[in-house]
């Protein structure tokens, strides 16, 4: 059964509850009721523009996200929805945001209801992408926050600003100014209710105490998640949550939740698209690398690749395609792998996106040794291995490959291996069991192909870490 569709008057009454009680999930929920208001009724209930043009900008169709921008009056109260929702929509170029900025400071009209992450865990690539303000910040921080104060009231701004600097500087991987930073936001943010960016802060401190590998739990920084973001709605955090508490059990090698999440909880990138949800689809790539579904990977990637590519989203593309090289690189399609590389690095050496290369780990540190290995070294391209190489120390189990439990080991097979936990050469497992040392190896072989690894080491690991042992 259908859902009955809400009247202009109640979604224009909703409206006013923007950003308080009425988030982007809500309007998204009210996306067919937006879009069956009669041209002839929308000056008189004009809030309704902006459910109008976010949906659009939600769906992908950013032309027509414009065009509705442009369609709007340029006179009364409504020309401030208009140039708020030009603010925000993904296209908008840096001259035309600093020209309506200025606009709003000659006239003293601030814009209070613009959202900046959009539920998203980051400031600097939030809604939009604004990594590249990030040299702009340590230089100009009084005409950042007076800029600022156009969209966000209060002391926040100043808060803000230092949120935004944590984010640059734990890209720049200077950890522990970002950490200085980011913890008097946690403070701040809480003690202002600021909850939205209460979560953006809670999420980068997590980050750099994961690459620093200090002794954190991944379900007590999901609480705090949860019990923090409740308050301002819930439902502008959850979806994202959950994505971030999947990454990092990924980084734990706790594969079964990712497969889990992948069959019941990701977003359908052929069902219901949603801007919104770039997160949790990069997020849901990793799952797809995992199972080793690279097909599928291919496939999420352009689906999403044109719209990062509109909307100038430099930090989401760089990340797209170190994932691609990943599952190009482990479906033998080096060369491919290689490009997918090459893109990325020549945005990290540009923007300075070191940290979204390092936090690869494992997976990319041996594609970057291949390619050192071909196209020889850098200082540049050392300083990312040895980045990748700290972290796939840290987190060896981040994007291995699932074990599917297909293969069943022998009673034969786990006792060899219990035997190789203990230190037991092959002769000492010969003597054990009455066979040869060609007997032994035979047994090994088969063992490493169904664990798929190279060495006694990496099986005994890997049987450990499995419970297969």
Known sequence: MENTLLTPAELYKKMEGFSHDYFLVDVRHDRESFYAIPEDQILKYWLC????????????????????????PQEGQVRFARLGLSIVHPEITWKELVGIINYL???????????LTAGRPSVLNGLQDISRLGPFLEKNKDKFMEDLKMLYEGECVEFIWRLCLAEYKYQRNELLDAEVLVSRTIKEFDRTSERRLLFSSLY??????????KTVSVESFIKNLNDFSKEAGKAEFSLNIDAAHVLFLIYEGNLTVAAQWLENGAPDEFGDFNMLDI????????????????????????????????????MDLCELDLLLSVAFYR??????????????????????????????????????????????????????????????ILYPLYLKPQFTGEATFTQMET???RLLEQGKNKEEIGEYFFISINTVKYHLKKIFA????????????????????
């Open 49 to 72: 523009y902006s459910g109008i043009v976010l949906n659009h900008i939600m769906d992908g169709d950013l032309e027509k996200a414009w065009e509705v921008i442009r369609s709007m």
């Open 105 to 115: 400071k000659e006239i003293n009209s601030p814009i209070w209801s613009v959202i």
């Open 204 to 213: 980068l401190q997590f980050k750099i105490l994961f690459a620093q590998h």
């Open 279 to 314: 997160f949790r689809y990069l997020v849901k790539i990793r799952c797809y690398i995992i199972t080793k579904k690279y097909a599928a990977v291919v496939a999420l990637v352009e689906r999403i690749r044109p719209l990062l590519e509109q909307g100038r989203r430099y």
């Open 331 to 392: 479906s033998g399609k080096k060369e491919l792998a290689f490009e997918c590389l090459e893109r990325a690095l020549k945005l990290v050496r540009r923007r300075k996106y070191y940290r979204l290369v390092a936090d690869e780990g494992d997976a990319v540190f041996h594609i970057l040794i291949d390619y050192v290995n071909e196209k020889g070294q850098t200082d540049f391209l050392m300083k990312l291995t040895q980045m990748t190489r700290d972290m796939a």
């Open 415 to 417: 006792d060899i291996l």
């Open 450 to 469: 169904k664990l798929d690894v190279n060495s006694a080491t990496q099986a005994v690991w890997k049987a450990r870490t499995l419970k297969i042992i």
